[in-house]
């Protein structure tokens, strides 16, 4: 049985992410700033501990066989005055992380980066893995930034690693978080019936990824295999673009309820079109995604409703 190390196990990837990899026989060493308070199982452990805490790596590290690294302290919005928050929250704990898996060159590293945030404001609407990275907002640079320290850790180790950069996340489970995740947000507005505020004419283009859609995409990822190409980076995304209109649209005919939407100028940090084209990760590890949007709305507006939600 492999052991993994999640770190950012309990943000709403990694909480999705366990019961997956459990189902696949994983054992799993859950890292969370604040684990759940779930009991420990036969292949759950949890521990309290941050990204860059460099004893709890070097104990958990020596019998890993992956890492998934999902952990993340800003989102494009907290970090667009402040820069240097994705120095000291994420590229600088990464950095201790790397250094301590370069001890262990047989670890494979799952990163999770950005789909939507990495490429900027492409020429195309379809972007390929090839598409130059040229990021318009702090958290796609330091995506981009520590992507590029992994390549360097490959290059100095030969570490296996597969970077992942998926659309944008949406799903049961994900908390709601004040400028971040557009469709928790809008269905959080539908909910409370408070207005929304949209940034620009609604026109903005996104690739929307139901989290199960992630989870199995990671499992793909550790189940590669990394002799045939130990560095690979991959889009994960349904190939389908909706603009922010027509995602507001589902979700009142998902709901029955009229969003109170308020337009504001357009940021200049926010992308105005990605679609991600996931032809590759379909090719090399035969992952799709299988949700539909108006499916996922639908599971998601259900769990919101539910006494489970949060």
């Known amino acids: 049985m492999k052991r993994v190390l999640i770190l950012g196990a309990n943000g709403f990837a990694g909480a999705a992410l366990l019961p997956v990899l459990v189902r696949h026989g994983w054992r799993i060493h859950a890292i969370s700033p604040h684990p759940p308070g779930l009991r420990d199982t036969d292949q759950v452990q949890w521990e309290q501990g941050s ?3 460099s004893k709890l ?7 890993c066989d992956a890492v998934v690294h999902l952990a993340s302290s800003t989102t494009p919005g907290t970090s667009s005055r402040t820069p240097t928050l994705e120095a000291s929250g994420n590229i600088e704990p990464t950095l201790r992380l790397i250094e301590a898996v370069s001890t262990y060159p047989h ?12 490429y900027g404001n492409p020429k195309h609407f379809h972007v390929n893995e090839n598409t130059p990275c040229q990021p318009i907002s702090y958290y796609g640079a330091a995506k ?7 390549h360097t850790l490959h290059a100095n180790c030969l570490s296996p690693i597969t970077i992942l950069r998926p659309a944008n996340f949406y799903g049961p489970g994900q908390r709601h978080r004040h400028g971040f995740g557009l469709i928790r947000t809008l269905l959080e507005s ?4 408070k207005s929304i505020e949209i940034w620009g004419d609604g026109g903005a283009i996104r690739d929307f990824l139901y989290i199960d859609d992630f989870s199995s995409a990671v499992v793909a990822a550790l189940q590669r295999n990394t002799a045939d190409e130990p560095l690979a980076i991959f ?10 209109n027509q995602v507001c649209s589902l979700i009142e005919e998902t709901t029955g309820r ?25 090719d090399a590890l035969g992952w799709t995604a299988k949700t539909d949007l108006r499916v ?13 939600h949060s």
């Open 296 to 308: 996922g709305l639908a599971r998601t507006w259900r769990w919101l409703n539910s006494d489970g």
């Open 235 to 244: 889009n994960v995304g349904t190939g389908i673009g909706h603009t922010i």
């Open 190 to 193: 539908a909910r409370t019936q």
């Open 258 to 282: 009229q969003l109170q939407k308020i337009y504001r100028p357009t940021r200049p940090s926010d992308v105005t079109h990605i679609v991600l084209d996931p032809s590759r990760i379909m």
């Open 57 to 63: 790596l070097a104990r958990a590290l020596p019998n």
């Open 51 to 53: 990204l860059g805490d």
């Open 144 to 150: 981009l930034a520590i992507e590029t320290f992994l």
């Open 107 to 118: 670890i494979h590293m799952v990163y999770a980066s950005t789909g939507g945030a990495i």
